[in-house]
């Protein structure tokens, strides 16, 4: 009868994991401590259920989740911390402009660069993926970029685009885990859509929408002055 019991709360707790790995935002809140544990079980054990395809008791679930909270938690007190310090800047009348990639577009984009003036403060971002490239570049220089790669399938254009990026100030950015997810995660909560992330060694460049600009420009600010 024991051995069983066991067995039992293992499968449910394997699942309680999966099923609030599952959704962000419900993790994110219980590894706060801000959410009902008791009314969270009530709500996931439908699904633990069907999966188990059984009856289960409840507090066997509320015993899962107390458990997964506070691994939730050790886990990040061990994880390193980040000064988000640094210097926002933001651009506009952008435009993203997704490309087929082929051998000849890389060719072409040797000299993509001399479509801008970058000491004026132009902007050309690339983006190179397995089977597909993003330019980011300024909307007044949209249509010369598509006259320059005449002969390339245009997969998308995306336009009234702005550019929020974080200039930081400390140099561990690339050696810190979790400080995109948390950058990504608050614009989410906002319900703040992201085209692009752009990053090198010190900077992280979000591309979004004209629409979602002051707002997400209010939640990076939020970050940088904490």
Not at 33 to 39: E, F, L, T
Not at 76 to 93: A, Q
Not at 149 to 158: A, V
Not at 213 to 221: I, Q, R
Request: glycine residues 4%.
């Amino acid at each position: 009868v024991i051995i069983i019991t066991i067995s039992k709360m293992v499968t449910i707790s394997h699942i309680v994991k999966k099923v609030i790995a599952e959704q962000h935002f419900v993790e994110e809140a219980l590894g706060n401590g801000i959410i009902s544990v008791a009314n969270l079980a009530e709500q996931i054990a439908p699904k633990i259920e069907k999966e188990l395809g059984k009856k289960i008791n409840l507090s066997a679930v509320v015993m899962a989740l107390r458990r997964y909270s506070e691994e939730i938690s050790n886990h990040r007190r061990k994880m390193k911390k980040f000064d988000y310090k640094g210097e926002l800047i933001m651009k506009t009348n952008l435009c993203d402009l997704t490309f087929v990639k082929s051998p000849s577009l890389l060719a072409k984009l040797r000299t993509v660069h001399t479509l801008v003036n970058f000491e004026r403060g132009d902007t050309l971002n690339i983006i190179l993926g397995n089977n597909e490239v993003s330019i980011i570049i300024n909307e007044k220089f949209m249509q010369k970029l598509v006259k320059f790669l005449s002969g390339e399938k245009i997969l998308n254009r995306e336009k009234d685009l702005v550019s929020l990026a974080i200039i930081f100030t400390a140099d561990d950015f690339t050696h810190t885990p979790g400080v995109i997810f948390n950058a990504v995660r608050k614009l989410a909560w906002e319900s703040i859509n992201i085209y692009e992330i752009i990053s090198t060694m010190t900077e992280l460049t979000f591309i979004l929408s004209k629409k979602d600009s002051m707002k997400a420009y209010d939640v990076l600010y939020g970050m940088v002055n904490k």
